[in-house]
């Protein structure tokens, strides 16, 4: 052990205790050669427990010692009733091992450094009590709900189509009828019956309403545990946040769960709400937030400080996540860390897919580990990746690695997909550019909707190889709603209506995964709060009855729902180009699509794992129409538009009354009003007529 700890115990001696050091000496440090040969362990680290014991790993080479003490439950000021010394094996890990199962027992670490004593938190701890005082061993085993271990996700669906939510917004309302023991919880997912109060319609909400929609993922923001909450709800409507302050990665969030004090009720109650998604048949994204923590006081900097985040060579912690402290995933064991917390998601709860939170500050390398990893395991494509390719800031990374930011998207494994704020831009405007209120206002020419039909290939700042690594999307979390976006450029409430009904045909037609937030299928508002990430439920909860007020623009989106997953000129993932001609202005196009099926179509590995007769009617629906023919105007005046020859049928219009639904010939001129957007299907000549 002095062998492997000399390069260490010399630099100690050199500049002063351990701690003394600045982030700056750490820095030096941890970045040197030796350490990094000699302090990278590979192994598995946290607690494991079961029928055959329980043994504790925690990663601390810096440190000189270190106590396991045990707790009988998770409150502060309580003392240990036993404390077991660990020993320090290679690279600085150290062991406890016993052949008791601890399950149940809560945990910290008393670690010594030059005489110093430090408490440390498990940065791989798997449960915790309230409000994350302390760890608890649990073994998961005890936590599995009845029929676990046969948990499936359902197979895949021609299209991706993200519906994102946050666990308290999704049933926290009254007006979705959810019980009251679980308005706010995980538990809801899995509450069936539930209906829009104060109603005559009876018409569903929740779970129901979800496998209802046509959508195939529910993204559910952060549900890790973070700190930005009171987990004993003592004011749950204004105890209120996004969730985007990790504290603990690997465990679930108290204030989501029946029970916050027991570090088992929010496992099993999460494992429940995916089984219940699962049943739906629904897939489930977890967001996951590996750049930052909430702050510096935490497991990770208590058992190795400063090693987790980037420092400046001013030595300050670099700030490009806007947080002040971005995690250092360029180096050995946050890289570990954040894959192992991946794999930790993905086996032990069965997520279906992860979102990275500003992935632009995340390595390339790691990313494309990340997915390699998961598809080693569950097979190709088999769980999604995607991320945002961007960050709040410049960061410091400890060496030269490339990041995961738009410009750098060439480098990263073709399954990994990105937010695509061009699209974004281009149907709503810039959030950031009070003057930009997309197509529909006028502020962007429908050119730009003709390059997004080619999935962006003209665009220089779009790396990409294919529309599997484009996300297509108006609105998400971040920044407005789609209609309190649309409410920024006019105040007239007819005109709101026109433009968001024109919206989700622009982006639900362009290349790429199909994201929305939740509610914008019903005009979803926060009153205009452009970042609600700490305003209370009264901003941020889902008003179901406006589900049921909506109900035309509900229809609508189900309506590109289907058709999205029927046109392989919609879905496809293939790097061909989709437009054969188009006529376009600056407020009108008209472009033929080619809508034939080929195999690089789906994405890859999805054939393992997939739905034969959807695409079994796809390829038919596509033989029937080879090729499809969208038709735009956003002018303030109806347009009137020549088709090609042919014998065409209108498949879509976000009109009424603007059309006639039967067979339209070649040459024939169809009246477009103003925000109108019609989708035709040509004929195949072999096709009968009808």
């Given at each position: 052990m002095i062998?492997?700890?000399?390069s260490?115990?010399?630099?100690?001696e050199?500049?002063?205790?351990?701690m003394?050091?600045?982030?700056l000496?750490?820095?030096?440090?941890?970045d040197?050669?030796?350490?990094?040969k000699?302090?990278?362990?590979?192994?598995?680290?946290?607690?494991?427990?079961?029928?055959t014991?329980?043994?504790?790993?925690?990663?601390?080479?810096?440190?000189?010692?270190?106590t396991?003490r045990?707790?009988?439950?998770?409150?502060?000021?309580?003392a240990?009733?036993?404390?077991f010394p660990?020993?320090?094996?290679?690279?600085?890990?150290f062991?406890?091992?016993?052949?008791?199962n601890?399950d149940?027992?809560?945990?910290?670490?008393?670690?010594?450094?030059?005489?110093?004593?430090?408490?440390?938190?498990?940065?791989y701890?798997?449960?915790?009590?309230?409000?994350s005082?302390?760890?608890e061993?649990v073994?998961?085993?005890?936590?599995?709900?009845?029929?676990?271990?046969?948990?499936?996700a359902p197979?895949?669906q021609?299209?991706?189509?993200i519906?994102e939510t946050?666990?308290?917004?999704f049933s926290?309302?009254?007006?979705?009828?959810?019980?009251?023991?679980v308005?706010?919880?995980f538990?809801?997912?899995?509450?069936h019956?539930?209906k829009?109060?104060?109603?005559?319609?009876?018409a569903?909400?929740?779970?129901?309403?979800?496998?209802?929609?046509g959508?195939?993922?529910?993204?559910?923001m952060p549900?890790f545990?973070?700190?930005t909450?009171?987990?004993?709800?003592?004011?749950p409507a204004?105890?209120y946040?996004?969730?985007?302050d990790?504290?603990?990665?690997?465990?679930p969030?108290?204030?989501?769960?029946?029970?916050?004090?027991?570090?088992?009720?929010?496992i099993?109650?999460?494992?429940?709400a995916?089984?219940?998604?699962?049943e739906?048949?629904?897939?489930?994204?977890?967001?996951?937030?590996?750049n930052?923590?909430?702050d510096?006081?935490?497991a990770?900097?208590q058992s190795?400080?400063?090693y987790?985040?980037?420092?400046?060579k001013?030595g300050?912690?670099?700030?490009?996540?806007?947080?002040g402290?971005?995690?250092a995933s360029?180096?050995?064991?946050?890289?570990?860390?954040?894959?192992d917390?991946?794999?930790?998601?993905a086996?032990?709860?069965?997520?279906?897919?992860?979102?990275?939170?500003?992935?632009?500050?995340?390595?390339?390398g790691?990313m494309?580990?990340?997915?390699?990893?998961?598809?080693?395991?569950?097979?190709k494509g088999?769980?999604?990746?995607?991320?945002?390719?961007?960050?709040?800031g410049?960061?410091?990374?400890?060496?030269?690695?490339k990041?995961?930011a738009k410009?750098?998207?060439?480098?990263m494994d073709?399954?990994i997909a990105?937010f695509?704020?061009?699209?974004?831009?281009?149907?709503a405007?810039s959030p950031?550019d009070?003057?930009?209120?997309g197509?529909?206002a006028?502020?962007v020419?429908?050119?730009?909707?003709?390059?997004?039909?080619?999935?962006?290939?003209?665009a220089?700042?779009?790396?990409?190889?294919?529309?599997a690594?484009l996300?297509?999307?108006?609105?998400?979390?971040?920044?407005y709603?789609l209609?309190?976006?649309i409410?920024?450029?006019t105040?007239?409430?007819a005109?709101?209506?026109?433009?968001?009904?024109?919206a989700?045909?622009?982006?639900?037609?362009?290349?790429?995964?199909a994201?929305?937030?939740?509610?914008?299928?019903f005009?979803?508002?926060?009153?205009?709060?452009g970042?609600?990430?700490r305003?209370?439920?009264?901003?941020?909860?889902?008003?179901?009855?406006?589900?049921?007020?909506n109900a035309s623009?509900?229809t609508?989106?189900?309506?590109l729902?289907t058709?999205?997953k029927?046109?392989p000129?919609?879905?496809?993932?293939?790097?061909?180009?989709?437009?054969l001609?188009?006529?376009?202005?600056?407020?009108?196009l008209?472009?033929?699509?080619?809508?034939?099926?080929?195999?690089?179509?789906?994405?890859?590995g999805?054939?393992?794992?997939?739905?034969?007769?959807?695409?079994?009617?796809?390829?038919?629906f596509?033989?029937?129409?080879?090729?499809?023919?969208i038709?735009l105007?956003?002018?303030?005046k109806?347009?009137?538009?020549?088709?090609?020859?042919g014998?065409?049928?209108?498949?879509?219009?976000?009109?009424?009354?603007?059309?006639?639904?039967?067979?339209?010939s070649g040459d024939?001129?169809?009246?477009?009003?103003?925000?109108g957007f019609?989708?035709?299907?040509?004929?195949?000549?072999?096709?009968?007529?009808?």
């Amino acid at each position: 052990m002095i062998g492997i700890y000399s390069s260490c115990t010399n630099y100690y001696e050199n500049t002063g205790g351990p701690m003394d050091k600045t982030p700056l000496e750490w820095k030096k440090l941890y970045d040197s050669a030796d350490f990094r040969k000699n302090c990278t362990f590979e192994g598995e680290l946290g607690p494991v427990c079961g029928k055959t014991g329980t043994r504790l790993s925690l990663w601390s080479p810096v440190s000189d010692t270190c106590t396991l003490r045990l707790y009988r439950d998770g409150e502060r000021d309580t003392a240990p009733f036993a404390s077991f010394p660990m020993t320090k094996n290679g690279q600085g890990v150290f062991v406890f091992e016993t052949r008791e199962n601890l399950d149940g027992t809560f945990y910290d670490f008393l670690l010594t450094r030059d005489g110093e004593e430090i408490v440390s938190g498990d940065p791989y701890a798997v449960a915790c009590g309230a409000n994350s005082v302390r760890c608890e061993i649990v073994d998961l085993e005890t936590t599995n709900p009845s029929g676990w271990k046969s948990d499936r996700a359902p197979a895949h669906q021609t299209e991706t189509i993200i519906w994102e939510t946050h666990v308290r917004d999704f049933s926290f309302d009254r007006s979705g009828g959810f019980s009251e023991n679980v308005r706010g919880k995980f538990a809801a997912f899995a509450e069936h019956g539930t209906k829009v109060q104060n109603s005559s319609s009876s018409a569903s909400t929740g779970i129901d309403y979800l496998s209802q929609l046509g959508i195939t993922h529910v993204q559910l923001m952060p549900v890790f545990d973070y700190a930005t909450v009171d987990e004993t709800g003592k004011d749950p409507a204004l105890e209120y946040n996004w969730g985007y302050d990790p504290v603990y990665y690997n465990v679930p969030e108290g204030s989501y769960s029946s029970n916050p004090a027991d570090g088992k009720a929010r496992i099993r109650e999460l494992k429940e709400a995916i089984a219940s998604l699962h049943e739906a048949g629904l897939r489930v994204i977890m967001d996951v937030v590996y750049n930052h923590t909430f702050d510096l006081n935490n497991a990770m900097q208590q058992s190795m400080p400063d090693y987790y985040f980037r420092v400046t060579k001013e030595g300050q912690y670099a700030n490009g996540s806007g947080c002040g402290n971005d995690a250092a995933s360029e180096r050995e064991m946050v890289g570990k860390f954040i894959l192992d917390s991946v794999l930790y998601w993905a086996r032990e709860y069965h997520f279906d897919g992860f979102r990275f939170d500003l992935m632009g500050l995340l390595p390339v390398g790691l990313m494309n580990r990340i997915q390699r990893s998961l598809d080693k395991v569950y097979g190709k494509g088999e769980k999604l990746v995607l991320g945002e390719p961007w960050a709040a800031g410049p960061s410091a990374p400890s060496r030269r690695v490339k990041l995961a930011a738009k410009a750098n998207f060439g480098g990263m494994d073709r399954k990994i997909a990105m937010f695509c704020d061009n699209t974004r831009n281009m149907v709503a405007g810039s959030p950031f550019d009070d003057n930009d209120h997309g197509i529909a206002a006028h502020t962007v020419s429908c050119h730009r909707y003709r390059e997004a039909l080619d999935g962006w290939k003209d665009a220089p700042d779009l790396p990409v190889s294919s529309p599997a690594q484009l996300v297509s999307y108006a609105s998400c979390h971040d920044n407005y709603t789609l209609i309190d976006n649309i409410a920024r450029g006019t105040k007239d409430p007819a005109e709101q209506l026109r433009r968001a009904r024109l919206a989700p045909c622009i982006y639900m037609t362009c290349p790429g995964i199909a994201f929305l937030l939740s509610g914008e299928e019903f005009l979803r508002s926060k009153g205009g709060d452009g970042n609600s990430y700490r305003s209370p439920s009264s901003v941020n909860a889902i008003r179901w009855d406006q589900m049921e007020q909506n109900a035309s623009m509900v229809t609508l989106y189900k309506e590109l729902f289907t058709l999205r997953k029927k046109c392989p000129a919609f879905f496809g993932k293939g790097s061909r180009r989709r437009v054969l001609s188009a006529d376009v202005t600056d407020r009108t196009l008209l472009a033929r699509l080619d809508n034939a099926y080929r195999s690089s179509d789906m994405p890859e590995g999805y054939l393992g794992n997939f739905d034969a007769e959807q695409l079994r009617e796809a390829k038919a629906f596509a033989g029937k129409y080879p090729e499809l023919l969208i038709l735009l105007n956003t002018d303030e005046k109806t347009h009137s538009f020549t088709l090609p020859e042919g014998a065409h049928h209108l498949l879509f219009t976000n009109l009424s009354g603007s059309t006639d639904p039967e067979k339209v010939s070649g040459d024939s001129a169809v009246p477009v009003d103003p925000c109108g957007f019609l989708v035709y299907g040509r004929m195949n000549h072999d096709s009968k007529s009808e």
